[in-house]
C-alpha cells in the first residue's frame, strides 16, 4: 500500500551507514519503514542526490505488513525504490503534526510502563515512540569517551518530572554538535551552554521520545528497550530551516 508520511523522527543507528526513520500518516498513524538490511543513508537522497528524507519531509512509501516484537509496534517493511517525496511541511503544518500526536508526560506516552523513569521491558503492551509537549529542556550535555562525543539531554515534562542525561540519537542535533567541536574546534562545555541556551530561548519546544531496541546493561543485567531523544523540535525552529545534511 502506497502512504505518505511525514517524518518526524531520523536518528542515527550505531552502524554508521544506518539510519532509523519514523513518519505519521494522514490518519495519525505512527509508521516506522524497516527493510533487510538496515534503512541506509543513500536511502534519504533521490537519484539525482537531492535529500528527500528529513524532518518535516512528506515522503511516499509502499509498505506491507511484517512481524514485529512489541513494543514496536509501529514497524512496516517497505521498498526502497518506492520512496518518493511529496515535498516538506509548512511551518504552520509541521507544528500541528507534532501537536496532534503529542503528549503532556512521558508516562502518558509508556502507558506507565517506563521502568526507572528510563527503559521499558521488551514485549511490553505499549507503544515505542511519541512526541512529548509542554516540555522544558534544562541542559545540554557532550561529555566526550575516548575521543568521540555523547549526546545528552535533560528536561522536566509537564508533570514536573525530571529526566536526567537522556541519549540524543536525533541525526540533525548530532551533526550540529559534532560540527560545532570536531569541526569548528569549540570545547564540548562552550558547546553545550550554546545550545542550551538556542533550546531554551524557544517559545515551544516538542520532543520525540523513543525506545530503542532491547540491550543488556552491563552494569545491572536488565534487558530493556531504553529511551532515547529520537527528535528535538522549537518554534521558532533552533536550526534555522537547516536539516542535518547542512553541518
Not at 530493556?224 to 547542512?246: A, E, H, N, R
Request: aromatic share 10%.
Amino acid at each position: 500500500m502506497k502512504r505518505t508520511l511525514v517524518i518526524t523522527d531520523l536518528t542515527q543507528m550505531p552502524s554508521g551507514n544506518e539510519v532509523c526513520v519514523v513518519g505519521i500518516d494522514e490518519a495519525g498513524n505512527c509508521i516506522r519503514p524497516c527493510c533487510d538490511g538496515g534503512f541506509l543513508k543513500d536511502y534519504l537522497y533521490d537519484a539525482d542526490g537531492r535529500l528527500v528524507i528529513r524532518h518535516g519531509a512528506k515522503v511516499e512509501f509502499e509498505l506491507y505488513p511484517i512481524i514485529y516484537q512489541a513494543p514496536h509496534v509501529e514497524d512496516m517493511g517497505f521498498n526502497p525504490d518506492s520512496i518518493t517525496s511529496k515535498g516538506l511541511c509548512t511551518g504552520t503544518e509541521w507544528e500541528q503534526v507534532l501537536q496532534n500526536s503529542s503528549f503532556n508526560t512521558v508516562d502518558d506516552i509508556y502507558d506507565g510502563l517506563l521502568q526507572e523513569h528510563r527503559w521499558v521491558e521488551p514485549g511490553a503492551n505499549t507503544r515505542s515512540i511519541g512526541t512529548l509537549s509542554q516540555v522544558r529542556v534544562t541542559a545540554v550535555k557532550l561529555p566526550e569517551w575516548s575521543g568521540k562525543l555523547r549526546y545528552r539531554l535533560s528536561f522536566i515534562d509537564h508533570a514536573g518530572f525530571p529526566y536526567d542525561n537522556i541519549s540524543v540519537s536525533d541525526l540533525a542535533f548530532r551533526e550540529l554538535s559534532y560540527a560545532e567541536v570536531k569541526k569548528h574546534g569549540r570545547s564540548p562545555a562552550t558547546v553545550s551552554e550554546q545550545i542550551t541556551s538556542l533550546l531554551t530561548s524557544t517559545d515551544r519546544i516538542y520532543l520525540r521520545l523513543g525506545l530503542a531496541r532491547p540491550w543488556v546493561n552491563p552494569n545491572t543485567g536488565n534487558i530493556g528497550c531504553w529511551m532515547q531523544v529520537t527528535g528535538i523540535y522549537t518554534f521558532p525552529d533552533y536550526l534555522g530551516g537547516k536539516s542535518f545534511d547542512d553541518f
